[in-house]
Structure formats: structure tokens, C-alpha cells
């Protein structure tokens, strides 16, 4: 008979043994493995540049194309995740395993698409839109984070069942 923690502790799971055979088996998970370094990556340059337009007002229209490109690459692995998560979980998005990520995500892709619709429609003063830029970024790196505490979560109940399964061998 199972004690109250250890039943809580298993209805926590990110995922059920089929999910993480699909999980392991997916395309999709090389896919979104690979996009989201690359996209950290431009990230990271895209924030130098904006910094030092803030900074020293040189290199507008750089730190313009660094956020449109960081814009890109963040659907690119939005639609990808979304696709992976039906692939896993049998819903396109909020699987009860990632709701709040991808609750958060909508906020990221808020603030990234009205960015792209103040610079091609002139709304608001370069500053302005680079404000917003950094609003965009702040909540991508919150939710980087939360996707990163997933993944650790993730592999601690992955280590967690491979013991499982050779206490059970032994």
C-alpha cells in the first residue's frame, strides 16, 4: 500500500511512462534541443545590440533586425513545441505538464509580436520600441528559466525511474 507523499509524488510526474517513450522517440525533441541554444544564442547578441543602441544611440536598425531575427526563432520554436506537446501529450498546448510555461509563453509571444508590429507600423520612437524589445526579453528569460526547471525536473524523474526499474531488476 502506497503512502499519501508517495502517491502525490506520482501523480506529479511530468510524464507517464508512454509519454517519455514518445518523448524519447520524437523528432521533435531534437528539434526543440537544437532551436533552443540557437535561439539563446541570438538572444544574447541581440541584447548587446540593443543595449548599446540604448546606450550610445549607434546601431539602430542592428539591434532592429537582431529582435526581428529573435522573433523569428522564437516562433519557429514556439510552433515546434507546440507540435512536439501534441505529439506528447495529445494537445497542442497547456498539457496540464507545461500549463504554466505555456501560459507565460503566450505573455513572451505578446510582447515579441507587438514589438514587430510597433517597428513595421512606426509606432513609438526607437527608444520606445527597444523598451518594449527589453520587456519581450525579460519575460523570455523568466520563461527560458521555467522551461529549464522542466527539464531538470525531467531528468531527475528520468534517473529516478531508470533506478526504479533496476531496483526492480535486481
Same mark, same amino acid.
Given at each position: ?20 517513450? &514518445?518523448?524519447?522517440? *520524437? ?5 526543440? /534541443?537544437?532551436?533552443?541554444? $540557437?535561439?539563446?544564442? !541570438?538572444? @544574447? ?6 543595449? &548599446?543602441?540604448?546606450? *550610445? ?5 542592428? /539591434?532592429?533586425?537582431?529582435? $526581428?531575427?529573435?522573433? !523569428?526563432? @522564437? ?96
Amino acid at each position: 500500500m502506497r503512502d499519501k507523499a508517495s502517491e502525490h509524488r506520482v501523480s506529479r510526474a511530468l510524464y507517464t511512462a508512454e509519454q517519455r517513450r &514518445r518523448r524519447d522517440a *520524437s523528432p521533435w525533441t531534437i528539434v526543440q /534541443a537544437v532551436l533552443a541554444p $540557437v535561439q539563446f544564442l !541570438i538572444f @544574447l547578441v541581440s541584447l548587446v545590440l540593443v543595449l &548599446r543602441y540604448l546606450v *550610445s544611440g549607434d546601431g539602430f536598425a542592428a /539591434a532592429t533586425w537582431s529582435v $526581428v531575427a529573435k522573433t !523569428i526563432a @522564437l516562433y519557429a520554436i514556439m510552433i515546434t513545441g507546440a507540435i512536439w506537446e501534441k505529439e506528447i501529450f495529445g494537445k497542442y498546448l497547456f498539457a496540464e505538464a507545461f500549463f504554466w510555461e505555456d501560459v507565460f509563453s503566450m505573455l513572451v509571444l505578446a510582447l515579441h509580436s507587438a514589438y514587430l508590429i510597433c517597428v513595421f507600423t512606426k509606432i513609438g520612437t526607437p527608444a520606445q520600441q527597444m523598451g518594449l524589445a527589453l520587456a519581450a526579453y525579460l519575460t523570455y528569460v523568466i520563461n527560458a528559466g521555467q522551461f529549464l526547471w522542466k527539464l531538470r525536473q525531467a531528468r531527475l524523474e528520468g534517473a529516478g525511474a531508470r533506478l526504479s526499474m533496476q531496483g526492480a531488476g535486481a
